[in-house]
């Protein structure tokens, strides 16, 4: 599986992005996609994830209610769509992905910077 995200920028606080996924060389059919972030200094954290076969996301609490991953099937890409972007979020961004019986991530992106301004 090879996965290239995109989507990056600089954004003032308050503002929104939305990152995009693109995947290739197999059918993402029952495996779990996943966004990540790693801000300097700071170790790697999950934003959230979203099952390819059914739809079902998880976030932590630091971004449920603003960040909403989204999927599209047809063109086996996942979706970051962040709302009310804060300083904290600013961070290098990652997808990735498993199958779905699988608690590693094996397959990641290479990365796209987000960073927000106050």
């Known amino acids: 599986v090879q996965l290239q995200a995109s989507g990056g920028g600089l954004v003032q606080a308050g503002g929104s992005l939305r990152l995009s996924c693109a995947s290739s060389g197999r059918s993402l059919t029952n495996y779990v996609m996943g966004w990540f972030r790693q801000a300097p200094g700071k170790e790697r954290e999950s934003v959230g994830t979203?099952?390819?076969?059914?739809?079902?996301?998880f976030y932590p609490g630091s971004v449920k209610g603003r960040f909403t991953i989204s999927r599209d099937n047809v063109k086996n890409t996942v979706y970051l769509q962040m709302n009310d972007l804060k300083s904290e979020d600013t961070a290098v961004y990652y997808c990735?992905?498993?199958?779905?019986?699988?608690?590693?991530?094996?397959?990641w992106g290479q990365g796209t910077q987000v960073t927000v301004s106050s």
């Open positions: 990735a992905t498993r199958p779905g019986g699988s608690a590693e991530f094996r397959y």
């Open positions: 979203i099952s390819w076969n059914w739809g079902t996301t």
